[in-house]
């Protein structure tokens, strides 16, 4: 279904032909009641709280990226990732993003600070939206609910002006 969007300076914007233009990924590590969040330290987003991931490399997958990329910030290895959304963001002064995101419920190693992100064990009733990108709080509940989704959304600078979630399935990986 075609959706119209005012987007700088755009009268519509159509999903029909939309492509991101990076390719990224996400991972939460959700266990005993906890999620397992980061305060990014640099990058799109610095400041921001959110999930440990990045863009993926020429040749990788989502998920080998999605497992490097929480080694690299967290120094932990996620064990069983399972790919639980796709999020289409469409930008005003960023390139599209088209973001695979996994969770997982055990890993191997100790969350510790790196040049890129801080670690945060948040109980799942106390995840800071107001930390985070306007949209988690729209598809991250229902992620964390056991839902697997398709998350479309357009921002003009940090603000959303408009979201669609549905419901999707994933292969493994």
Not at 138 to 161: C, D, I, Q, R, T
Request: charge should be negative; aromatic fraction near 10%.
């Amino acid at each position: 279904m075609a959706l119209a969007h005012k987007i700088a300076g755009v009268k519509t914007f159509d999903w029909t032909d939309w492509k991101g233009e990076i390719p990224a990924t996400l991972m939460f590590v959700v266990r005993d009641g906890e999620i397992l969040l980061i305060e990014k330290k640099r990058g799109h987003g610095q400041g921001k709280v959110n999930g440990p991931g990045g863009k993926i490399d020429v040749g990788e997958s989502a998920l080998d990226c999605a497992v490097r990329e929480t080694r690299e910030e967290l120094l932990i290895s996620v064990r069983k990732p399972r790919k639980v959304a796709e999020l289409w963001f469409q930008m005003s002064d960023y390139p599209s993003l088209l973001c695979h995101v996994f969770v997982a419920e055990d890993f191997d190693g100790e969350p510790t600070e790196t040049e890129e992100a801080v670690p945060l064990w948040v109980p799942l009733d106390e995840i800071p939206y107001d930390r985070m990108w306007e949209d988690d709080r729209h598809w991250l509940p229902l992620v964390l609910a056991g839902e697997s989704l398709l998350g479309k959304f357009v921002f003009e600078g940090e603000e959303m002006l408009s979201k669609e979630i549905s419901a999707a399935s994933w292969a493994e990986g």
